[in-house]
């Protein structure tokens, strides 16, 4: 990987402390590993309710971001934060059409070392997982790694372009993808290869169910190949009853290896 060493954290994460009312669990696997959480009980259907969730996180590295889906328009568009004790302020979720999957927040930032984040102020916006800026002195034995398909580190060959546009989803809010773009090819043979060190890697991104027909991708492993097919039939479940291009994150997991030093 290339410049900045960014770590998933997961909604489920034990250091992850969640208040204000009793928040609710989705489970689709249109999340990272298939879950998020948000404060229902703060979604006011004829406005603001004045009801609020709050979330509290320690992480090690020198900033942090979260993503998932923004409150609902008539809701408050702001979340009050504080870091480290210091004196709180209000950030905006910047988006211009809410409510949309996307990173709703980005703290600015810190020098290295251990921080801790306090969201007040939640009227329904969820959590599907955090991002944390890793700095020198961050350990990262069993920690998960994100890659953005823009980072140097991929090696794209063939005709692959880079798509900004947002994705489109049946029955959740529909958003951006992370850091605001994927990349795209409909050329077969097309490829891209990234070399890593770690025991498995999962590549994620967004499958359009709006058209009938198979896609097959190989992946290569350490020189270990397979195939894999995406079929959409009439009777597959997201295959849209209308005729509206309606996309959804979907995600592919890759093999674990035993290696340190793999390339896929």
Not at 166 to 195: K, R, V, Y
């Given at each position: 990987?290339?410049?900045?060493?960014?770590?998933?954290?997961?909604?489920?994460?034990?250091?992850?402390?969640?208040?204000?009312?009793?928040?609710?669990?989705?489970?689709?696997?249109?999340?990272?590993?298939?879950?998020?959480?948000?404060?229902?009980?703060?979604?006011g259907n004829n406005g603001d309710s004045g009801v609020y969730g709050s979330l509290n996180h320690t992480f090690h590295g020198t900033s942090i971001a979260f993503v998932g889906d923004t409150?609902?328009?008539?809701?408050?568009?702001?979340?009050?934060?504080?870091?480290?004790?210091?004196?709180?302020?209000?950030?905006?979720?910047?988006?211009?059409?809410?409510?949309?999957?996307?990173?709703?927040?980005?703290?600015?930032?810190?020098?290295?070392?251990?921080?801790?984040?306090?969201?007040?102020?939640?009227?329904?916006?969820?959590?599907?997982?955090?991002?944390?800026?890793?700095?020198?002195?961050?350990?990262?034995?069993?920690?998960?790694?994100?890659?953005?398909?823009?980072?140097?580190?991929?090696?794209?060959?063939?005709?692959?372009?880079?798509?900004?546009?947002?994705?489109?989803?049946?029955?959740?809010?529909?958003?951006?993808?992370?850091?605001?773009?994927?990349?795209?090819?409909?050329?077969?043979?097309?490829?891209?290869?990234?070399?890593?060190?770690?025991?498995?890697?999962?590549?994620?991104?967004?499958?359009?169910?709006?058209?009938?027909?198979?896609?097959?991708v190989t992946y290569t492993l350490d020189g270990s190949s397979s195939i894999t097919t995406y079929d959409v039939v009439p009777s597959t479940p997201e295959f849209p009853t209308t005729s509206?291009?309606?996309?959804?994150?979907?995600?592919?997991?890759?093999?674990?290896?035993?290696?340190?030093?793999?390339?896929?």
């Amino acid at each position: 990987m290339s410049g900045e060493l960014l770590l998933i954290v997961d909604d489920a994460s034990s250091g992850l402390s969640l208040g204000g009312g009793p928040w609710n669990i989705s489970i689709r696997s249109s999340w990272y590993r298939g879950s998020s959480v948000w404060p229902n009980f703060a979604i006011g259907n004829n406005g603001d309710s004045g009801v609020y969730g709050s979330l509290n996180h320690t992480f090690h590295g020198t900033s942090i971001a979260f993503v998932g889906d923004t409150p609902p328009s008539q809701d408050t568009q702001t979340v009050t934060v504080t870091i480290d004790n210091n004196l709180p302020y209000n950030a905006s979720y910047d988006d211009p059409n809410p409510e949309n999957y996307r990173q709703w927040y980005q703290s600015p930032h810190l020098d290295d070392g251990i921080h801790t984040i306090q969201l007040n102020n939640i009227a329904g916006t969820s959590v599907d997982f955090m991002v944390v800026s890793a700095g020198p002195s961050t350990p990262l034995a069993e920690q998960m790694v994100i890659v953005d398909d823009d980072d140097p580190s991929i090696v794209y060959s063939g005709n692959w372009t880079r798509n900004g546009s947002p994705f489109f989803s049946a029955d959740l809010p529909s958003g951006l993808p992370f850091h605001n773009g994927t990349h795209q090819s409909t050329t077969p043979g097309d490829t891209a290869t990234i070399c890593f060190t770690g025991s498995s890697i999962a590549l994620y991104g967004i499958f359009s169910w709006a058209a009938l027909g198979s896609m097959s991708v190989t992946y290569t492993l350490d020189g270990s190949s397979s195939i894999t097919t995406y079929d959409v039939v009439p009777s597959t479940p997201e295959f849209p009853t209308t005729s509206f291009s309606i996309q959804t994150i979907s995600s592919f997991q890759m093999i674990p290896s035993p290696q340190e030093t793999t390339h896929y």
